[in-house]
C-alpha cells in the first residue's frame, strides 16, 4: 500500500514529468497558453475505458489529514479502497477512529448521481434527500443491514459516498438512530475540498 505522503510525492512527481516538457515557439519560448492548460489539470491516478467523465476528485489526494482528524478518524489509518473496473472508476480510502468505532469508506467516482438514486430508490434502503453545504445529496441506510449508514454528494464527474460502519465490539446491534449519527456533519468537512461545480 501506498502511503499518503508517499502518494502525493509521486501524483506531484508525475504531474512535474508529464508538464515539465512544455511547448516551445520557434524562437524557443515557451508557450504561456499551453503550459498553463497543462499545469492545472492532474491526471487522475485510474482513468477507466469508458466514456464516462474523469473522476476529478480524489479523496486520498484531496481530503487534507487536518480534515480527517476533525472528523474524528486517524490518518494514519488509511488504506486504499479504490475499484477500478473497465466500465467506471471509484478512487477512495478507508478511514478507522482511534478508538475503532467507527470504519468509514471515502470513494469517488464517475457513475452519475442520478444512477445512484435511481439505483438507492429500487432497493430496499431508506433513502433522504439532503444538502451538504449546499451540494444535493443522499442519505442512505438499509433496515436489513445494522450499523451501516452512507451519504452520497453530488460532483462534476459523477458522486461521492462517505460508507460507514458502526462497531460496537459487543456483536450487538446498535440503536438504528446511532447509525447514521454525525455522518452528515463528516460530510461537511469532506465537502469543502470537492472542487464546486461551474
Known sequence: ????????????????????C???????QS??????????ARVPRHVDQSDRPRVIFDPCLDIPDSAIVEAGYDAASEENADFTPA???FLGCTYDTPQRLYGLNVLSGNISFEEERNKVQSTQKSTRPIEINGRPA????????PD?????METSSGFVILDRNLFKGTGARAPEP?????LEDTARIFERYIPKEG
Not at 31 to 40: K, L, R
Not at 138 to 145: A, Q
Not at 148 to 152: H, K, L, N, R
Open 1 to 20: 500500500m501506498m502511503h499518503r505522503s508517499t502518494l502525493r510525492i509521486f501524483i506531484a512527481l508525475t504531474t512535474l514529468a508529464l508538464t515539465g
Open 22 to 28: 512544455s511547448t516551445a515557439t520557434g524562437d524557443g
Open 31 to 40: 508557450n504561456p497558453e499551453t503550459t498553463s492548460a497543462s499545469t492545472t
Open 87 to 89: 466500465e467506471y472508476t
Open 138 to 145: 443522499l442519505l442512505e441506510f438499509d433496515s436489513g443491514k
Open 148 to 152: 451501516v449508514c452512507a451519504v452520497s
Open 178 to 182: 446511532e447509525w447514521c449519527a454525525g
